[in-house]
């Protein structure tokens, strides 16, 4: 079992920056993989960015490529994602998930756990 906890969101300008975080506990963090995805209101949950377990490999979305940036901190059991040039249509609730399964990495379903969400708002 592990709990995620995110924190970081809240009401920025279109052009600029947020950095959210992502706090694990219970197994070990190292174990997994870990994923960030948002959702808006009346859309379905859109994978954002992949890091594997070792920070090795990072993967993102075409929409944030460029502009977003995950990290992870194996010893302080924490994942990051740093947003840059942020634009209106990136406002949504931010999740971050936990992954062990082989899967598509942008599929929410292979998560196994996942964080309660922290609201990114972006504004024109």
């Known amino acids: 079992q592990v709990q995620l906890v995110e924190s970081g969101g809240g009401l920025v300008q279109a052009g600029g920056s947020l950095r959210l975080s992502c706090a694990a506990s219970?197994?070990?963090?190292?174990?997994?993989?870990m994923g960030w995805f948002r959702q808006a209101p009346g859309k379905d949950r859109e994978f954002v960015a992949h890091?594997?377990?070792?920070?090795?490999?990072?993967f993102y979305a075409d929409s944030v490529k460029g502009r977003f940036t995950i990290s992870r901190d194996n010893a302080k059991n924490t994942v990051y994602l740093q947003m840059n040039s942020l634009k209106p249509e990136d406002t949504a609730v931010y999740y971050c998930?936990?992954?062990?399964?082989?899967?598509?990495?942008?599929?929410?379903?292979?998560?196994?756990?996942w964080g309660q969400g922290t609201q990114v708002t972006v504004s024109s």
């Open positions: 998930g936990a992954r062990t399964r082989i899967s598509l990495l942008s599929d929410p379903l292979g998560y196994d756990y």
């Open positions: 219970g197994r070990t963090f190292s174990d997994y993989s």
């Open positions: 890091i594997s377990r070792g920070a090795g490999s990072t």
